[in-house]
């Protein structure tokens, strides 16, 4: 997502979402479920779409923890490794089994966002970056795009194929896969294309290019 005006403080927000477990989660235990964590840039609209996204699985198999924090791609990865630590000594919580950083290149400089991509393969955490924005994955939806085009002409391909988009909506996901012209397998194959005919190990110069698939089919094995 895009950086907000007010950059906001890493560590402010950090202890913000620490407070949020509750004593409802503070209870819970392992079982045979596995955990995700999904710490995004945006603080809304991923969020949103993973939540709808979670509900569509299997309750007692999966559970999907997100967090958008607003920050820039270095620091979401940080946060995401500060999470998976803090976790780590919440007994009896169980420990994440994944941990996701999900940013966009939009205006950030290019070193950072190589950075973030990088950090996330040192410490174990999956990137599923987009460049240029996260539109990229819904517009694949609905057909192949391998020019380098910005959010706002995303934007409008979308409301050529939904009528309408709304930027945060919580129930993409749903509407993406109740659309008659909307393909999550082709969108899934599109983004593998992409991916593997533009990737040329710098990923801030990689454009078109999204790995929000890599996640999504991650979370779509536990449907079966």
Not at 77 to 89: G, L, N, S, T
């Amino acid at each position: 997502m895009k950086k907000t005006k007010n950059k906001p403080n890493f560590n402010d927000i950090l202890r913000e979402l620490k407070s949020k477990t509750s004593n409802e989660d503070k209870l819970e235990t392992r079982g045979e479920r596995y955990y995700f964590l999904i710490v995004s840039e945006g603080e809304k609209t991923e969020p949103n779409y993973f939540k709808d996204l979670a509900r569509q699985l299997p309750e007692k198999l999966v559970k999907v923890e997100t967090e958008g924090v607003g920050m820039d791609p270095k620091n979401v990865v940080e946060a995401a490794i500060q999470f998976r630590e803090k976790r780590k000594k919440e007994q009896p919580l169980p420990e994440f089994d994944e941990v996701w950083a999900v940013f966009d290149k939009d205006d950030f400089p290019d070193k950072n966002f190589n950075a973030a991509i990088e950090k996330g393969k040192q410490q174990q955490i999956e990137t599923a970056y987009s460049n240029e924005a996260f539109e990229l994955w819904y517009v694949l939806h609905f057909q192949y795009l391998d020019t380098a085009v910005n959010r706002q002409q995303y934007i409008q391909i979308l409301k050529k194929h939904l009528g309408t988009y709304e930027k945060n909506d919580p129930l993409m996901y749903t509407k993406l896969q109740q659309n008659e012209k909307s393909n999550e397998t082709l969108a899934i194959k599109w983004a593998d294309d992409l991916y593997h005919k533009l990737n040329d190990g710098n990923p801030a110069k990689d454009k078109p290019i999204t790995k929000v698939h890599q996640l999504v089919r991650r979370l779509n094995e536990f449907k079966k």
